[in-house]
């Protein structure tokens, strides 16, 4: 695993619709509470080319899409070279002693790829060398449909989101992620969060 010495890289993991981006939020304000200098990540890195704008694109528009076909393989790839070009910045505020709290990263790639019929050794392949998480956190549960956005290919079928879920569980065993229940109350879920950061990190630097 891939460390530094001052920052820790935080990963919050969920299907879509789950919460995360409020999660990450409070993670975000409960640390710099304590005097921790924290930097909020959002992956894929939309404002960053070539990949980024074409992602945003892609994801959201269905004659976009139709315009430029891609195979699961193809369009993953994408994925994680805009995570490749971005790594050095993230490194870089890591050794200032920045706390970076993710919000998805390789596992959510992972998770859609399989999703969409992706080969797994392929999908882990494309993202070697990556930087590996100190922390990830997965949000688990039944996503809220209050925040659907219409015509993101990836929130608008929810046979496709299920899938995803099991396949998100199934990573997490494998690769030991923490979980927190998403299904509870905004208060709640942030505690579990914090618990786990607390047992997790904090309890051996403050």
Same mark, same amino acid.
């Given at each position: 695993?891939?460390?530094?010495?001052?920052?820790?890289? #935080?990963?919050?993991?969920?299907?879509?619709?789950?919460?995360?981006?409020?999660?990450?939020?409070?993670?975000?304000?409960?640390?710099?509470?304590?005097?921790?200098?924290?930097?909020?990540?959002?992956?894929?890195?939309?404002?960053?080319?070539? %990949?980024?704008?074409?992602?945003?694109?892609?994801?959201?528009?269905?004659?976009?899409? %139709? %315009?430029?076909?891609?195979?699961?393989?193809?369009?993953?790839?994408?994925?994680?070279?805009?995570?490749?070009?971005?790594?050095?910045?993230?490194?870089?505020?890591?050794?200032?002693?920045?706390? #970076?709290? @993710?919000?998805?990263?390789?596992?959510?790639?992972?998770?859609?790829?399989?999703?969409?019929?992706?080969?797994?050794?392929?999908?882990?392949?494309?993202?070697?060398?990556?930087?590996?998480?100190?922390?990830? #956190?997965?949000?688990?549960?039944?996503?809220?449909?209050?925040?659907?956005?219409?015509?993101?290919?990836?929130?608008?079928?929810? %046979?496709?989101?299920?899938?995803?879920?099991?396949?998100?569980?199934?990573?997490?065993?494998?690769?030991?992620?923490?979980? @927190?229940? @998403?299904?509870?109350?905004?208060?709640?879920?942030?505690?579990?969060?914090?618990?786990?950061?607390?047992?997790?990190?904090?309890?051996?630097?403050?």
């Amino acid at each position: 695993m891939t460390t530094t010495e001052n920052g820790k890289f #935080i990963v919050l993991y969920g299907i879509n619709g789950i919460g995360k981006t409020t999660q990450t939020d409070l993670l975000v304000s409960s640390l710099r509470s304590r005097g921790i200098s924290v930097v909020h990540v959002k992956y894929p890195i939309y404002d960053l080319a070539p %990949e980024g704008p074409f992602l945003y694109n892609y994801l959201r528009s269905a004659a976009f899409r %139709e %315009e430029h076909k891609l195979t699961t393989h193809e369009l993953q790839l994408k994925f994680a070279e805009n995570r490749k070009r971005y790594d050095d910045v993230v490194k870089k505020q890591l050794a200032e002693g920045q706390w #970076i709290i @993710a919000e998805d990263y390789v596992g959510t790639s992972i998770a859609w790829g399989l999703t969409w019929g992706g080969a797994l050794h392929y999908l882990e392949e494309i993202n070697e060398g990556l930087l590996q998480s100190d922390l990830t #956190i997965l949000l688990d549960g039944d996503r809220f449909f209050t925040s659907i956005e219409k015509g993101h290919v990836n929130e608008v079928n929810a %046979e496709r989101l299920a899938i995803c879920r099991s396949f998100l569980l199934l990573l997490g065993e494998k690769h030991k992620w923490r979980t @927190a229940r @998403a299904n509870q109350s905004i208060a709640d879920v942030h505690k579990d969060v914090m618990q786990i950061v607390e047992e997790e990190l904090l309890r051996n630097i403050l």
